[in-house]
């Protein structure tokens, strides 16, 4: 199988700090991974593409500033929520998709709390 | 403007009957489209997908069909299992366009035992 994995699954933090969540491919090369976000009741919405060894691709209407995107190698991406504020409270989910393959396979979710 | 749609937002089926998801979309660059499982807090689980060059594609207890022409795909579980309770999503690329996936809303599955 294809297991990607989220650390940490749950945090909560303060307004203006910034938060790192991680993205691994276990078992397999991911030469792009994807940044997805889910409100309640709503589906995903992608936030970014990542390559390994080049800048991320933002969605339009995604801060680049803000929400920072780096994948330094083939099994790691991170995303670094920036001075994080109450309405980036969300559940952040990334996938991976395997060299030559088509089908993204997803992490289990970081669900962030901005107090 | 939603590229990609599931109108049923729910759906309610008896255990061991056909359970049938619609999906439609619009951008006819598409050419891949996959089927996801969603608990709660939980990320998707990919179920299975279907490439513009087929029109039916089986795995196990799924079905996925493909209507090109109408813009139109349905995913078919059956026999349905009460384990099958849970959110699914119909998801859409276009492998020229770099494999980003637009999802639809969602469509919530309760199978009544």
Known sequence: ?????????????KSGTSVKIECR?????????????????????LMATSNEGSKATYEQGVEKDKFL??????????????SAHPEDSSFYICSAIRAGLYEQYFGPGTRLTVT | DQQVKQNSPSLSVQEGRISILNCDYTNSMFDYFL?????????????????????????GRFTVFLNKSAKHLSLHIVPS??????????????RAAGNKLTFGGGTRVLVKP
């Open chain 1, 1 to 13: 199988g294809a297991v990607v994995s989220q650390h940490p699954s749950r945090v909560i933090c």
């Open chain 2, 35 to 59: 089927w996801y499982k969603k608990y709660p807090a939980e990320g998707p689980t990919f179920l299975i997908s279907i490439s513009s060059i087929k029109d039916k594609n089986e795995d």
């Open chain 1, 69 to 82: 995107i780096n994948h330094a190698s083939l099994t790691l991406s991170t995303l670094t929520v920036t």
């Open chain 1, 25 to 45: 491919s276990l078992d397999f090369q991911a030469t792009t991974m994807f940044w997805y976000r889910q409100f309640p009741k709503q589906s995903l919405m």
């Open chain 2, 81 to 94: 299992q009460p384990g099958d309770s849970a959110v699914y999503f119909c998801a859409a690329s276009a």
